[in-house]
């Protein structure tokens, strides 16, 4: 009896300890796997995640199997959502909204993508068999260690990512101070009938932080002696939240937001949007995008804005543009300068043309017609340092050599160019996005000096 008496508890706790080690395993172990890897190359923070899902584990864990398997796939999910608005400086709520347009991009393109959708895909149907195990531990010894555990590793998170918390989750605060390209070049004032307006939004140009090579790259075709001749030159940088939805409310509207606040006709009339006041000057407002413009409605709320004229993919492969691949594949962007020209070449009225750019929104692939495989003609540097980098460079140059051509040639007309970036490059690793300023974008605007080109 004695012998039984004292091997009975030795049981007891072995079996609530299994219990224990099997509960561990799904909720904290492999809900947290494939975002803990990132760790070490940098990632959002995810210190909630880890917490909520660790609770509602020891909340779900006496419950059936079906249940389990639902909350442990509502929680991947939530954590999988919440990482790629981190990555993207996005709101949750923004991120859900996009997610109708899905069908619109290939995420087929870039292997980033398709390994982290074999991953999600490997580890829910890893959670299902696991859960066939007992994980209803009731020992309350075991429920304290579990919330240490849970606690433990969500400061773990925090602390591995403290010093770039700043990279992510870019919403502007209520009462943040409000700057921006247009605003600080005085774009808009110049509109007084004798001159063209052109606004181009670099996808995912950024601030290069502590990098020469990229400082050296940054707007580097600008400065030569033919755009001198013409243009008076400045440079600086602006402050950025969220996307680039956003980044075209900022440099459109001059104010923080984001598009589905001009979905309403009546409310975007109220917002009186550069190209809504321009056309009251007397002003042609088009605007140009090398993606399709069902993609985050803009067919829909450019015209709201005040823009009487819109381009998008179908129209530009109409007039000669090839297609360019990857996530976003459309038009390519080096072909879009010379038609930019042309419609400003025939303007009969003095024009507000908007542009904004697509082939370097990340994952930058190799091929697909992008002309980005020979990136040791870019940079060196950056060509064995930061590939991914290097072939946004290599597009960037492309954009500029075109845009350069262009607008020195001498019939192009009298006009005042912004070149502005919507958001920093959101890389997921550490290594790559800290070589960007994660708070400001810069702008390059070129002011004609009025004497190289007939009045309109």
Request: glycine content about 8%; hydrophobic content about 45%.
């Amino acid at each position: 009896m004695t012998a039984v008496a004292i091997y009975a508890p030795r049981v007891g706790l072995s079996v609530e300890l299994g219990k224990f080690i099997n509960w561990a395993l799904i909720w904290l172990g492999l809900a947290n796997i494939p975002f803990m890897a990132m760790w070490f190359v940098g990632a959002p923070p995810r210190y909630f995640e880890i917490t909520v899902g660790g609770i509602v584990g020891l909340i779900v864990k006496r419950m059936p199997r079906i249940i389990q398997f639902a909350a442990f796939t509502g929680i991947m999910t939530y954590s999988t959502l919440s990482f790629v608005a981190g990555l993207f400086n996005l709101e949750m709520g923004s991120l859900l909204y996009s997610m109708q347009f899905f069908a619109e991009i290939k995420p087929g393109n870039s292997a980033e993508y398709i390994a982290a959708i074999i991953v999600i895909f490997a580890i829910l149907v890893t959670s299902w068999f696991l859960l066939k195990r007992d994980t209803n531990f009731a020992k309350p010894f075991y429920i304290v260690i579990g919330g240490a555990l849970i606690f433990g590793l969500a400061g773990a998170d925090l602390a591995m990512g403290q010093n770039m918390r700043g990279h992510y989750f870019r919403e502007a605060p209520v009462g943040a101070a409000f700057e921006s390209a247009t605003q600080k070049t005085g774009f808009a004032d110049r509109a007084d009938g004798k001159r063209h307006l052109v606004l181009i939004m670099l996808e995912s140009l950024g601030v290069p932080r502590d990098n020469k090579a990229m400082s050296d790259k940054l707007f580097a075709y600008y400065d030569n002696s033919a755009i001198q001749a013409r243009y008076d030159v400045s440079q600086g940088t602006s402050l950025y939240y969220n996307s680039t939805t956003a980044g075209e409310y900022r440099e459109l509207c001059g104010k923080w937001g984001d598009y589905y606040e001009l979905l309403d006709p009546v409310q975007a009339a109220k917002e009186n949007c550069l190209p809504m006041r321009l056309a009251s000057k007397g002003y042609v407002t088009q605007a140009m995008h090398s993606f399709e413009g069902d993609f985050f409605k803009r067919a829909e709320w450019y015209p709201n804005i005040g823009f009487q004229m819109r381009e998008f993919w179908p129209d530009l492969r109409a007039k000669g543009a090839e297609w360019c691949g990857g996530v976003f594949a459309g038009a390519c962007d080096r072909q879009i300068p010379k038609m930019l020209a042309e419609n400003l070449k025939k303007a009969k009225q003095p024009t507000f043309l908007y542009w904004l750019t697509l082939n370097t929104h990340l994952p930058v692939p190799a091929g697909l017609n992008l002309d980005v495989d020979d990136c040791q003609t870019v940079s060196a540097d950056l060509a064995r340092d930061f590939p991914m980098i290097c072939r946004q460079f290599a597009i960037f140059d492309d954009i500029d050599k075109a845009l350069v051509k262009e607008i020195t040639a001498s019939d192009f007309p009298e006009a005042d160019i912004l070149i502005v970036g919507d958001h920093m490059p959101p890389y997921y690793d550490r290594h790559h996005r800290s070589q960007f300023d994660p708070e400001r974008v810069p702008w390059l605007y070129l002011k004609h000096k009025g004497s190289h080109s007939p009045k309109i």
